[in-house]
Protein backbone atom coordinates (compact mmCIF):
# COMPACT_ATOMS: atom_id res chain seq x y z
CA UNK A 1 0.00 0.00 0.00
CA UNK A 2 0.92 3.95 -0.45
CA UNK A 3 0.38 6.92 1.80
CA UNK A 4 1.17 9.66 -0.45
CA UNK A 5 1.39 12.11 2.99
CA UNK A 6 4.45 10.06 4.41
CA UNK A 7 6.05 10.30 1.19
CA UNK A 8 8.34 13.55 2.40
CA UNK A 9 9.70 11.78 4.98
CA UNK A 10 11.18 8.63 3.19
CA UNK A 11 13.77 9.64 1.43
CA UNK A 12 14.98 11.80 4.67
CA UNK A 13 14.95 8.34 6.68
CA UNK A 14 16.38 6.12 4.08
CA UNK A 15 19.41 8.16 3.46
CA UNK A 16 19.75 8.94 6.76
CA UNK A 17 19.58 5.40 7.99
CA UNK A 18 21.65 3.69 5.16
CA UNK A 19 24.26 5.89 5.80
CA UNK A 20 24.75 4.46 9.21
CA UNK A 21 23.36 0.52 7.93
CA UNK A 22 26.61 -2.20 8.61
CA UNK A 23 28.17 0.08 10.50
CA UNK A 24 28.02 -1.65 13.47
CA UNK A 25 31.03 -2.67 15.51
CA UNK A 26 29.45 -5.82 16.98
CA UNK A 27 26.76 -8.11 16.68
CA UNK A 28 26.33 -8.65 20.67
CA UNK A 29 24.25 -6.37 22.30
CA UNK A 30 22.24 -6.00 25.56
CA UNK A 31 18.67 -5.90 24.06
CA UNK A 32 17.66 -6.67 20.11
CA UNK A 33 14.46 -5.06 18.71
CA UNK A 34 13.23 -6.65 15.81
CA UNK A 35 11.23 -3.75 14.06
CA UNK A 36 11.19 0.20 14.05
CA UNK A 37 7.63 0.84 14.03
CA UNK A 38 6.05 2.93 16.80
CA UNK A 39 6.65 -0.27 18.93
CA UNK A 40 10.26 -1.07 17.55
CA UNK A 41 11.40 2.89 17.87
CA UNK A 42 9.55 3.53 21.69
CA UNK A 43 11.29 -0.19 23.23
CA UNK A 44 14.73 1.59 21.34
CA UNK A 45 14.59 4.56 23.36
CA UNK A 46 12.76 3.31 26.89
CA UNK A 47 15.78 0.27 26.75
CA UNK A 48 18.57 2.99 25.88
CA UNK A 49 16.95 5.22 28.08
CA UNK A 50 17.50 2.75 31.07
CA UNK A 51 21.26 2.09 30.46
CA UNK A 52 21.15 -0.99 27.82
CA UNK A 53 22.94 -1.27 24.82
CA UNK A 54 20.71 -1.89 21.89
CA UNK A 55 20.26 -2.49 18.06
CA UNK A 56 17.09 -2.30 16.36
CA UNK A 57 16.81 -4.08 12.95
CA UNK A 58 14.04 -3.13 10.30
CA UNK A 59 13.42 -5.32 7.00
CA UNK A 60 12.31 -2.73 4.94
CA UNK A 61 14.72 0.31 3.78
CA UNK A 62 13.14 3.25 6.10
CA UNK A 63 11.66 3.32 9.84
CA UNK A 64 8.18 3.85 10.58
CA UNK A 65 6.57 0.87 10.41
CA UNK A 66 2.49 1.18 10.20
CA UNK A 67 2.87 4.34 12.27
CA UNK A 68 3.89 6.26 9.95
CA UNK A 69 0.70 5.63 7.47
CA UNK A 70 -1.18 6.97 10.71
CA UNK A 71 -3.54 10.04 9.55
CA UNK A 72 -5.37 10.71 12.79
CA UNK A 73 -4.60 10.12 16.38
CA UNK A 74 -2.45 8.77 19.56
CA UNK A 75 -5.15 7.20 22.15
CA UNK A 76 -4.68 7.68 25.83
CA UNK A 77 -6.27 8.76 29.00
CA UNK A 78 -4.59 10.92 31.68
CA UNK A 79 -2.08 13.23 29.80
CA UNK A 80 -1.16 16.58 30.83
CA UNK A 81 -2.93 18.05 27.82
CA UNK A 82 -5.47 16.05 28.67
CA UNK A 83 -6.01 17.14 32.36
CA UNK A 84 -5.34 20.68 31.60
CA UNK A 85 -8.82 20.63 29.34
CA UNK A 86 -11.82 22.24 30.90
CA UNK A 87 -13.44 18.61 31.30
CA UNK A 88 -10.35 16.61 32.03
CA UNK A 89 -9.89 13.19 30.57
CA UNK A 90 -8.46 10.41 32.62
CA UNK A 91 -7.22 6.92 32.27
CA UNK A 92 -10.20 5.43 33.71
CA UNK A 93 -12.23 7.38 31.08
CA UNK A 94 -9.82 5.30 28.36
CA UNK A 95 -10.52 2.05 30.00
CA UNK A 96 -13.90 2.54 29.76
CA UNK A 97 -13.78 3.02 26.18
CA UNK A 98 -11.75 0.55 25.51
CA UNK A 99 -13.55 -2.04 27.49
CA UNK A 100 -16.53 -1.33 25.49
CA UNK A 101 -15.00 -3.21 22.38
CA UNK A 102 -12.84 -5.85 24.00
CA UNK A 103 -15.29 -8.71 25.00
CA UNK A 104 -14.38 -9.23 28.52
CA UNK A 105 -10.65 -10.36 27.64
CA UNK A 106 -7.35 -10.20 28.89
CA UNK A 107 -8.68 -6.90 30.73
CA UNK A 108 -5.79 -6.67 32.87
CA UNK A 109 -3.61 -6.00 29.64
CA UNK A 110 -6.55 -3.00 28.54
CA UNK A 111 -6.03 -1.81 31.97
CA UNK A 112 -2.07 -1.85 31.78
CA UNK A 113 -2.76 0.25 28.44
CA UNK A 114 -4.81 2.48 29.77
CA UNK A 115 -3.13 3.57 32.59
CA UNK A 116 0.24 3.83 30.76
CA UNK A 117 -1.27 5.96 27.91
CA UNK A 118 -1.37 9.26 29.74
CA UNK A 119 2.05 9.15 30.70
CA UNK A 120 3.41 7.80 27.31
CA UNK A 121 2.02 10.75 25.51
CA UNK A 122 3.75 12.86 27.49
CA UNK A 123 6.81 10.98 26.73
CA UNK A 124 6.11 11.51 23.26
CA UNK A 125 5.60 15.50 23.40
CA UNK A 126 8.80 15.88 25.73
CA UNK A 127 10.54 14.19 23.05
CA UNK A 128 9.06 16.88 20.50
CA UNK A 129 6.04 15.15 19.22
CA UNK A 130 3.33 17.23 18.54
CA UNK A 131 0.29 15.83 20.26
CA UNK A 132 -1.47 19.34 21.75
CA UNK A 133 -4.72 19.10 20.19
CA UNK A 134 -7.62 16.32 21.94
CA UNK A 135 -10.52 15.49 19.79
CA UNK A 136 -13.20 13.00 21.29
CA UNK A 137 -11.60 12.78 24.68
CA UNK A 138 -9.03 10.14 23.98
CA UNK A 139 -7.40 11.46 20.71
CA UNK A 140 -4.26 13.33 20.38
CA UNK A 141 -3.75 14.98 17.11
CA UNK A 142 -1.21 17.62 15.87
CA UNK A 143 -2.41 21.15 16.67
CA UNK A 144 -3.12 21.86 12.95
CA UNK A 145 -4.82 18.47 12.37
CA UNK A 146 -2.34 17.25 10.35
CA UNK A 147 -1.30 13.05 9.77
CA UNK A 148 0.05 11.92 13.20
CA UNK A 149 2.70 9.66 11.58
CA UNK A 150 4.95 12.24 9.60
CA UNK A 151 4.66 14.25 12.94
CA UNK A 152 5.58 11.43 15.32
CA UNK A 153 7.64 8.72 13.75
CA UNK A 154 10.60 11.99 13.02
CA UNK A 155 10.29 12.95 16.49
CA UNK A 156 11.23 8.80 17.87
CA UNK A 157 13.71 9.02 15.25
CA UNK A 158 15.44 12.02 16.29
CA UNK A 159 15.37 10.49 19.40
CA UNK A 160 16.79 7.58 18.59
CA UNK A 161 19.57 8.79 16.96
CA UNK A 162 20.17 11.04 19.59
CA UNK A 163 20.89 8.29 21.98
CA UNK A 164 23.08 6.43 19.40
CA UNK A 165 20.94 3.40 18.75
CA UNK A 166 22.11 0.99 16.42
CA UNK A 167 19.94 0.60 13.61
CA UNK A 168 20.32 -1.76 10.54
CA UNK A 169 17.28 -1.33 8.00
CA UNK A 170 17.19 -4.06 5.25
CA UNK A 171 18.10 -6.66 7.72
CA UNK A 172 14.87 -9.29 8.48
CA UNK A 173 14.88 -11.44 11.26
CA UNK A 174 14.78 -15.01 10.09
CA UNK A 175 14.44 -17.23 13.25
CA UNK A 176 14.78 -16.43 17.19
CA UNK A 177 18.26 -18.41 18.72
CA UNK A 178 17.40 -20.39 21.94
CA UNK A 179 19.49 -22.51 24.04
CA UNK A 180 19.43 -25.38 25.48
CA UNK A 181 17.35 -24.67 28.23
CA UNK A 182 14.94 -22.74 26.11
CA UNK A 183 16.20 -19.43 26.33
CA UNK A 184 15.90 -16.90 23.36
CA UNK A 185 20.15 -15.33 23.01
CA UNK A 186 19.22 -13.35 19.80
CA UNK A 187 17.78 -13.39 16.42
CA UNK A 188 19.46 -14.68 12.74
CA UNK A 189 18.77 -11.85 10.72
CA UNK A 190 19.43 -12.22 6.82
CA UNK A 191 20.52 -8.42 4.58
CA UNK A 192 22.05 -7.83 1.49
CA UNK A 193 25.80 -8.24 3.07
CA UNK A 194 24.67 -11.85 4.14
CA UNK A 195 23.03 -13.76 6.64
CA UNK A 196 24.40 -13.59 10.06
CA UNK A 197 23.10 -13.67 13.84
CA UNK A 198 22.65 -10.94 16.28
CA UNK A 199 23.41 -12.44 19.89
CA UNK A 200 21.14 -10.43 23.16
CA UNK A 201 20.94 -10.81 26.46
CA UNK A 202 16.83 -10.12 25.68
CA UNK A 203 14.88 -9.57 22.71
CA UNK A 204 11.70 -7.92 21.94
CA UNK A 205 9.99 -8.70 18.89
CA UNK A 206 8.03 -5.40 17.56
CA UNK A 207 7.72 -7.02 13.98
CA UNK A 208 3.91 -5.11 13.80
CA UNK A 209 0.73 -7.50 12.77
CA UNK A 210 -0.25 -8.95 10.15
CA UNK A 211 -2.75 -7.38 7.95
CA UNK A 212 -0.61 -7.56 4.92
CA UNK A 213 -0.39 -11.00 4.98
CA UNK A 214 -3.34 -12.35 2.88
CA UNK A 215 -1.82 -15.98 4.09
CA UNK A 216 -2.87 -15.18 7.39
CA UNK A 217 -5.26 -12.49 7.10
CA UNK A 218 -7.33 -15.67 5.29
CA UNK A 219 -6.32 -17.96 8.11
CA UNK A 220 -7.19 -15.95 11.09
CA UNK A 221 -9.77 -13.04 9.84
CA UNK A 222 -11.39 -14.28 6.84
CA UNK A 223 -14.16 -11.92 6.74
CA UNK A 224 -11.58 -9.15 5.39
CA UNK A 225 -9.79 -11.72 2.92
CA UNK A 226 -9.26 -9.89 -0.26
CA UNK A 227 -9.47 -6.36 1.01
CA UNK A 228 -6.58 -3.98 0.41
CA UNK A 229 -4.20 -3.41 3.12
CA UNK A 230 -4.09 -0.56 5.08
CA UNK A 231 -0.58 -0.98 7.39
CA UNK A 232 2.59 -1.08 6.17
CA UNK A 233 3.86 -3.54 3.39
CA UNK A 234 6.26 -4.48 6.13
CA UNK A 235 2.94 -6.01 8.67
CA UNK A 236 3.25 -9.85 7.43
CA UNK A 237 2.75 -11.16 10.97
CA UNK A 238 6.32 -12.38 10.93
CA UNK A 239 7.06 -11.79 14.67
CA UNK A 240 3.75 -13.84 15.37
CA UNK A 241 5.33 -16.63 13.64
CA UNK A 242 9.07 -17.05 14.67
CA UNK A 243 7.39 -16.26 18.77
CA UNK A 244 4.71 -19.66 17.70
CA UNK A 245 7.57 -21.43 17.00
CA UNK A 246 9.72 -21.13 20.15
CA UNK A 247 6.38 -22.24 21.96
CA UNK A 248 4.70 -18.98 22.69
CA UNK A 249 1.04 -18.91 23.04
CA UNK A 250 -1.41 -17.15 20.60
CA UNK A 251 -4.84 -15.24 21.73
CA UNK A 252 -7.42 -13.29 19.97
CA UNK A 253 -6.18 -13.58 16.40
CA UNK A 254 -9.69 -13.04 14.81
CA UNK A 255 -9.91 -9.69 16.84
CA UNK A 256 -8.86 -6.90 14.22
CA UNK A 257 -9.57 -3.37 14.10
CA UNK A 258 -9.85 -2.99 9.98
CA UNK A 259 -9.76 0.39 8.12
CA UNK A 260 -13.41 0.93 7.38
CA UNK A 261 -12.70 3.75 5.47
CA UNK A 262 -10.16 3.07 2.99
CA UNK A 263 -10.12 5.28 -0.51
CA UNK A 264 -8.43 3.66 -3.37
CA UNK A 265 -6.11 6.59 -5.12
CA UNK A 266 -5.72 3.91 -8.07
CA UNK A 267 -2.05 3.12 -6.68
CA UNK A 268 -2.86 2.03 -3.68
CA UNK A 269 -5.55 2.01 -0.58
CA UNK A 270 -5.38 5.28 1.73
CA UNK A 271 -7.16 5.57 5.16
CA UNK A 272 -9.65 8.68 5.50
CA UNK A 273 -9.95 7.77 9.17
CA UNK A 274 -9.16 11.62 9.13
CA UNK A 275 -12.08 12.72 7.38
CA UNK A 276 -14.36 10.17 9.48
CA UNK A 277 -13.29 11.71 12.29
CA UNK A 278 -13.50 15.66 11.19
CA UNK A 279 -17.48 15.67 10.90
CA UNK A 280 -18.18 13.47 7.95
CA UNK A 281 -21.47 11.12 7.73
CA UNK A 282 -21.29 7.53 5.82
CA UNK A 283 -24.16 6.90 3.52
CA UNK A 284 -25.20 3.99 1.01
CA UNK A 285 -25.80 4.47 -2.42
CA UNK A 286 -29.62 4.70 -1.41
CA UNK A 287 -28.56 7.89 -0.12
CA UNK A 288 -29.50 6.98 3.80
CA UNK A 289 -26.71 6.76 7.12
CA UNK A 290 -26.77 3.00 8.01
CA UNK A 291 -24.31 3.02 11.16
CA UNK A 292 -23.30 5.25 13.67
CA UNK A 293 -19.97 6.40 11.96
CA UNK A 294 -17.58 6.48 15.24
CA UNK A 295 -18.36 3.34 15.96
CA UNK A 296 -16.82 -0.03 16.70
CA UNK A 297 -14.22 -0.81 13.64
CA UNK A 298 -14.99 -3.99 13.22
CA UNK A 299 -18.99 -3.79 13.16
CA UNK A 300 -18.78 -0.82 11.06
CA UNK A 301 -16.65 -2.54 8.21
CA UNK A 302 -18.85 -5.53 8.21
CA UNK A 303 -21.69 -3.10 8.14
CA UNK A 304 -20.36 -1.54 5.07
CA UNK A 305 -20.02 -4.90 3.27
CA UNK A 306 -23.33 -5.62 3.39
CA UNK A 307 -24.54 -2.26 1.80
CA UNK A 308 -24.93 -2.39 -1.83
CA UNK A 309 -22.16 -2.62 -3.72
CA UNK A 310 -20.00 -3.24 -0.27
CA UNK A 311 -18.94 0.38 -0.77
CA UNK A 312 -20.10 3.38 0.89
CA UNK A 313 -19.62 7.19 0.63
CA UNK A 314 -18.33 9.92 3.16
CA UNK A 315 -20.36 13.14 3.37
CA UNK A 316 -19.15 16.36 4.32
CA UNK A 317 -18.97 20.22 3.61
CA UNK A 318 -16.29 22.96 3.89
CA UNK A 319 -16.68 23.34 7.58
CA UNK A 320 -15.44 19.93 8.31
CA UNK A 321 -12.17 20.44 5.71
CA UNK A 322 -11.38 23.67 7.37
CA UNK A 323 -11.41 21.70 10.73
CA UNK A 324 -8.16 19.87 9.89
CA UNK A 325 -4.98 20.36 7.60
CA UNK A 326 -4.99 17.00 6.04
CA UNK A 327 -8.48 17.59 5.13
CA UNK A 328 -7.28 19.90 2.78
CA UNK A 329 -4.13 18.21 1.76
CA UNK A 330 -6.84 15.43 0.87
CA UNK A 331 -8.72 17.59 -1.16
CA UNK A 332 -5.52 18.96 -2.78
CA UNK A 333 -4.77 15.67 -3.97
CA UNK A 334 -8.03 15.31 -5.70
CA UNK A 335 -9.41 12.36 -3.06
CA UNK A 336 -12.62 14.98 -2.87
CA UNK A 337 -15.84 14.88 -5.52
CA UNK A 338 -16.89 18.24 -4.71
CA UNK A 339 -20.06 19.90 -5.43
CA UNK A 340 -21.88 23.51 -4.72
CA UNK A 341 -25.31 21.76 -3.25
CA UNK A 342 -26.09 18.47 -1.81
CA UNK A 343 -28.20 17.16 -4.67
CA UNK A 344 -25.34 17.98 -7.36
CA UNK A 345 -22.91 15.88 -4.89
CA UNK A 346 -25.32 12.93 -5.46
CA UNK A 347 -25.33 13.23 -8.83
CA UNK A 348 -21.58 13.20 -9.08
CA UNK A 349 -21.17 9.94 -6.81
CA UNK A 350 -24.00 8.00 -7.97
CA UNK A 351 -26.20 7.53 -4.76
CA UNK A 352 -30.19 8.72 -4.72
CA UNK A 353 -30.61 12.13 -4.28
CA UNK A 354 -33.55 13.00 -2.82
CA UNK A 355 -32.84 10.54 -0.01
CA UNK A 356 -29.39 12.38 0.81
CA UNK A 357 -31.02 15.74 1.03
CA UNK A 358 -33.06 13.78 3.51
CA UNK A 359 -30.40 12.54 5.46
CA UNK A 360 -28.20 15.83 5.53
CA UNK A 361 -31.74 17.69 6.86
CA UNK A 362 -31.79 14.93 9.43
CA UNK A 363 -28.18 15.86 10.10
CA UNK A 364 -28.86 19.18 10.89
CA UNK A 365 -30.73 18.17 13.61
CA UNK A 366 -28.09 15.95 15.07
CA UNK A 367 -25.99 18.66 15.25
CA UNK A 368 -28.17 21.35 16.58
CA UNK A 369 -28.77 18.87 19.56
CA UNK A 370 -26.20 17.09 19.58
CA UNK A 371 -28.27 13.73 19.44
CA UNK A 372 -28.39 11.20 17.30
CA UNK A 373 -31.11 9.42 17.83
CA UNK A 374 -30.86 7.04 15.12
CA UNK A 375 -27.49 5.89 15.48
CA UNK A 376 -26.26 7.27 19.25
CA UNK A 377 -23.08 8.85 17.72
CA UNK A 378 -21.51 11.01 20.41
CA UNK A 379 -18.42 11.90 18.76
CA UNK A 380 -16.96 14.40 15.81
CA UNK A 381 -19.92 16.31 15.37
CA UNK A 382 -18.01 18.59 14.28
CA UNK A 383 -19.98 19.94 11.20
CA UNK A 384 -23.90 20.64 10.51
CA UNK A 385 -23.40 20.23 6.99
CA UNK A 386 -24.91 23.30 5.60
CA UNK A 387 -21.37 25.68 4.31
CA UNK A 388 -20.95 24.97 1.00
CA UNK A 389 -19.65 23.70 -1.13
CA UNK A 390 -19.87 19.62 -0.77
CA UNK A 391 -18.27 16.50 -0.55
CA UNK A 392 -17.64 13.29 -0.45
CA UNK A 393 -15.35 10.25 -1.66
CA UNK A 394 -16.31 6.13 -2.16
CA UNK A 395 -14.99 4.35 0.79
CA UNK A 396 -14.79 0.15 1.30
CA UNK A 397 -13.33 -1.63 4.10
CA UNK A 398 -9.23 -2.56 4.57
CA UNK A 399 -7.21 -4.76 6.68
CA UNK A 400 -5.03 -2.31 8.77
CA UNK A 401 -4.88 -3.59 12.39
CA UNK A 402 -4.70 -7.08 13.67
CA UNK A 403 -5.19 -7.30 17.84
CA UNK A 404 -4.68 -10.89 18.36
CA UNK A 405 -0.70 -11.99 18.60
CA UNK A 406 1.04 -13.63 21.11
CA UNK A 407 0.00 -14.14 25.17
CA UNK A 408 1.47 -11.77 27.04
CA UNK A 409 2.25 -10.94 30.82
CA UNK A 410 2.44 -7.46 32.26
CA UNK A 411 6.17 -7.33 31.54
CA UNK A 412 5.34 -8.03 28.16
CA UNK A 413 7.10 -10.68 28.17
CA UNK A 414 5.75 -13.86 25.64
CA UNK A 415 4.33 -16.86 27.80
CA UNK A 416 3.42 -20.42 26.87
CA UNK A 417 -0.31 -21.56 26.83
CA UNK A 418 0.33 -22.50 30.72
CA UNK A 419 1.27 -19.09 31.62
CA UNK A 420 4.45 -19.34 32.19
CA UNK A 421 7.56 -17.00 30.14
CA UNK A 422 9.63 -17.76 27.49
CA UNK A 423 12.90 -16.68 29.48
CA UNK A 424 14.28 -13.66 27.04
CA UNK A 425 11.46 -13.24 25.20
CA UNK A 426 9.25 -10.02 24.65
CA UNK A 427 6.73 -8.32 22.31
CA UNK A 428 5.81 -5.09 21.87
CA UNK A 429 2.75 -3.32 19.40
CA UNK A 430 0.54 -5.40 17.04
CA UNK A 431 2.81 -8.62 17.83
CA UNK A 432 1.37 -8.93 21.03
CA UNK A 433 -2.70 -10.00 21.69
CA UNK A 434 -3.53 -6.67 22.78
CA UNK A 435 -7.13 -4.54 21.81
CA UNK A 436 -6.80 -1.23 21.76
CA UNK A 437 -5.96 1.24 19.13
CA UNK A 438 -2.72 0.72 17.17
CA UNK A 439 -0.13 3.48 17.17
CA UNK A 440 -1.08 3.43 21.31
CA UNK A 441 -0.43 -0.29 21.68
CA UNK A 442 2.67 0.03 19.61
CA UNK A 443 4.37 3.23 21.57
CA UNK A 444 3.30 1.78 24.96
CA UNK A 445 3.85 -1.50 24.96
CA UNK A 446 7.45 -0.74 22.92
CA UNK A 447 7.81 1.46 25.95
CA UNK A 448 6.95 -1.42 28.23
CA UNK A 449 8.69 -3.97 26.88
CA UNK A 450 12.19 -1.52 25.93
CA UNK A 451 12.17 -1.09 29.56
CA UNK A 452 11.45 -4.50 31.65
CA UNK A 453 14.35 -5.76 28.58
CA UNK A 454 16.68 -3.57 30.05
CA UNK A 455 16.27 -4.59 33.34
CA UNK A 456 16.85 -8.40 32.66
CA UNK A 457 19.14 -7.73 30.51
CA UNK A 458 21.27 -5.36 33.21
CA UNK A 459 20.65 -7.34 36.06
CA UNK A 460 18.25 -5.33 38.03
Not at 280 to 291: D, H, P, Q, S, T
Not at 296 to 311: D, F, H, M, V, W
Request: net charge neutral; charged share 20%.
Amino acid sequence: MKNPTALPFFGLVLSAALATAGAAPSNTTDVLVVGSGGAGMGAAIAAREAGADVIMIEKLAMVGGTTLLSSTAFNAGGSQVQMAMEKPYTADDYFKKLEAGANGKELENLRQLADASGPTADWLIDMGADLGRVINGSQHTPKDGSALGVNLVPAMKARVDALKVDTRLRTKAESLITDEKGRVTGVRVSSPQGGYAITAKTVILATGGFASSPEMVAKYTPVWAGCPSTASVGATGDGIVMAEKVGAALSQMDLTGPQSVAYDTGHGAVSLTNVRYNGAILVNKEGKRFFNELGNTAKLGEAITKQTGGTAWLVFDQASVEHAALMSEYKEKGYFTEAPTVAELAKKLGVDGKALEATVADWHGVYDTKTDKAFGRKDSIFSRLDKAPFYGAKISPASQTTYGGVMRDLKCRAVRADGTAIPGLYVAGEVASQYGQGVSIGVVLGRIAGTEAAKEALGK
